[in-house]
């Protein structure tokens, strides 16, 4: 039961970001009005088509490395994945940071979530360099918690429309500083996550 409701929940959590990227990639593609949100995109596409891109394979394939009877029963598949995650979230990440540095972001989104950004789009990119280290030294174990750390920043932004909506809600549109705080939210609760899974016998995550 636990091989099928871990991926299913990862899906679950990656489905408003890949969403989200389907409309942006619509937008591109069909040419949407321009406005102030999206103008960049329009200015740029490449690095936004290749975030979104990345981002969904590394977020939709990652999840089913979550699923340990996967692994047992179709020799070769953790492998052949990883093959693919590394470069895809590799991707994402850089594409990403690009972006921040690079474009005209909104005035809504402020420096410290360009900052904020950077930090956890260099980590991420760091996480993958390091755990492929890590497996070609034979480290299982320092391979396992480097490609969690990955992925738990790579599926921030899923956990950050959960972060982010009860303001909407309550309060309406986050200025710089909420926006900034909520979204470092999404990407600590998930690094934490992830520690936390870690750090628990390898035995009781695959049983």
């Known amino acids: 039961m636990r091989s099928r409701t871990i991926p299913a929940a990862l899906l679950a959590l990656s489905a408003v970001p890949i969403v989200a990227g389907g409309i942006r990639m619509t937008e591109l593609s069909v040419g949407a009005a321009i406005t102030p949100d999206n103008a960049r995109f329009f200015a740029s596409p490449l690095p936004v088509s290749l975030h979104i891109a990345g981002a969904t394979v590394y977020t939709v394939v990652g999840a089913f490395q979550f699923a340990p009877a996967l692994r047992r029963s179709r020799a070769g598949w953790h492998r052949a994945a990883g093959r693919v995650l590394v470069p895809a979230g590799l991707i994402a990440a850089l594409a990403g940071m690009w972006m921040t540095l690079f474009s005209s972001l909104p005035e809504a989104d402020g420096t410290l979530l360009g900052v904020f950004r950077v930090i956890f789009g260099t980590a991420m990119a760091a996480s993958l360099v390091l755990g492929l280290l890590a497996i070609r030294r034979r480290d299982i174990a320092a391979h396992r918690a480097w490609m969690m750390r ?58």
């Open 150 to 207: 990955a992925y738990a920043i790579g599926l921030g932004a899923g956990t950050q429309a959960f972060t982010l909506l009860p303001w909407f809600v309550l309060v309406g549109t986050p200025g710089q500083l909420p926006k900034a705080l909520l979204s470092a939210a999404g990407w600590l609760i998930n690094l934490a996550v992830a520690e936390w899974v870690i750090r628990r016998p390898y035995r009781r995550l695959v049983s």
